[in-house]
């Protein structure tokens, strides 16, 4: 029997996230200019990364303790530039880019307006008696529209691109997540990155790992099935895109998985008990 391992919660709020949102397709974020060649300015959220990302070990961590009071001040501005951007004028790539970014851009603020905190969980600001952390509530307008973190990555990110590597760049600010890349996401770089970023979660024993025979996973697996196959077959095929040749190895003529977990505590560079 799988049994649920979710790491540094309560009990009742584990219940409440053990099925994520379904991706229900937002239709007026369809629009797009494939003949549109000109990408976004990152380079603000480039460079708050490559100073705060600690990448020595992984999962990488991020210094919230060490951000300034004028690098919050840039981030807020880059943030609003972000909200000036029409968006829907722009081809794939950069729009990819341009979510992407903005939900670990709009994350990383939240929690720096919290901190210090032991788990983004703990940041209740999202709608609804029952509502846990804050990826209900509506932290950004973009082209008109209020956005909350949930409208950016069940609505836009994984309907509209139906990309599963997106799951390795969305970072929701948790030991258990993907790794906070030290750079922004571009029309450019996009592509690499997010390959990058597969490799990095599916070798690290917080995304696959054997205990004896019995195959762990992620639960960012079990939470979002369908972007990553219809069945455990199909889930560890795509493992295998991306496994190291050791790890393909242990994964041949596997047909099940046998259990998932999450660590929901802060990536903080700072170690907490």
Same mark, same amino acid.
């Not at 210094?63 to 609003?80: C, D, F, M, N």
């Not at 069945?231 to 099940?256: C, E, F, T, V």
């Given at each position: 029997?799988?049994?649920?391992?979710?790491?540094?919660?309560?009990?009742?709020?584990?219940?409440?996230?053990?099925?994520?949102?379904?991706?229900?397709?937002?239709?007026?974020?369809?629009?797009?200019?494939?003949?549109?060649?000109?990408?976004?300015?990152?380079?603000?959220?480039?460079?708050?990364?490559?100073?705060?990302?600690?990448?020595?070990?992984?999962?990488?961590?991020?210094?919230?303790?060490?951000?300034?009071?004028?690098?919050?001040?840039?981030?807020?501005?880059? %943030?609003?530039?972000?909200? *000036?951007?029409?968006?829907?004028? @722009? &081809?794939?790539?950069?729009?990819?880019?341009?979510?992407? /970014? $903005?939900?670990?851009?709009?994350?990383?603020?939240?929690?720096?307006?919290?901190?210090?905190?032991?788990?983004?969980?703990?940041?209740?600001?999202?709608?609804?008696?029952?509502?846990?952390?804050?990826?209900?509530?509506?932290?950004?307008?973009?082209?008109?529209?209020?956005?909350?973190?949930?409208?950016?990555?069940?609505?836009? %990110?994984?309907?509209?691109? *139906?990309?599963?590597?997106?799951? @390795? &760049?969305?970072?929701?600010?948790?030991?258990?997540?993907? /790794? $906070?890349?030290?750079?922004?996401?571009?029309?450019?770089?996009?592509?690499?990155?997010?390959?990058?970023?597969?490799?990095?979660?599916?070798?690290?024993?917080?995304?696959?790992?054997?205990?004896?025979?019995?195959?762990?996973?992620?639960?960012?697996?079990?939470?979002?099935?369908?972007?990553?196959?219809?069945?455990?077959?199909? %889930?560890?095929?795509?493992?295998?895109?991306?496994?190291?040749?050791?790890?393909?190895?242990?994964?041949?003529?596997?047909?099940?998985?046998?259990?998932?977990?999450?660590?929901?505590?802060?990536?903080?560079?700072?170690?907490?008990?």
């Amino acid at each position: 029997m799988r049994r649920i391992a979710l790491i540094v919660i309560p009990l009742l709020f584990a219940s409440a996230i053990q099925a994520a949102p379904r991706a229900e397709l937002w239709p007026r974020w369809q629009a797009h200019d494939p003949q549109q060649a000109e990408d976004i300015d990152h380079s603000a959220w480039t460079e708050l990364l490559s100073r705060h990302v600690a990448t020595a070990t992984h999962p990488f961590r991020f210094r919230y303790g060490a951000v300034s009071p004028g690098e919050r001040q840039a981030l807020a501005a880059y %943030l609003t530039r972000l909200q *000036a951007v029409r968006i829907s004028d @722009y &081809a794939r790539p950069a729009q990819l880019a341009y979510w992407i /970014n $903005l939900y670990n851009a709009l994350t990383i603020q939240v929690v720096l307006d919290h901190y210090p905190v032991a788990s983004i969980t703990r940041i209740n600001i999202s709608p609804g008696l029952f509502s846990r952390g804050p990826w209900g509530k509506s932290l950004a307008t973009v082209e008109g529209e209020a956005l909350s973190l949930n409208d950016i990555e069940h609505r836009i %990110l994984r309907p509209v691109f *139906a990309d599963p590597r997106v799951h @390795y &760049a969305v970072n929701c600010a948790s030991l258990g997540c993907p /790794n $906070l890349q030290p750079q922004a996401y571009t029309a450019s770089n996009l592509d690499g990155l997010l390959e990058l970023g597969a490799r990095q979660f599916v070798n690290h024993s917080r995304g696959v790992r054997f205990d004896g025979e019995d195959l762990t996973v992620s639960s960012i697996y079990r939470w979002f099935r369908a972007d990553f196959g219809a069945n455990d077959q199909a %889930l560890i095929k795509h493992l295998q895109r991306y496994a190291s040749p050791a790890l393909q190895a242990r994964l041949a003529g596997r047909r099940d998985v046998d259990d998932d977990e999450y660590d929901w505590r802060l990536n903080d560079a700072v170690q907490r008990p």
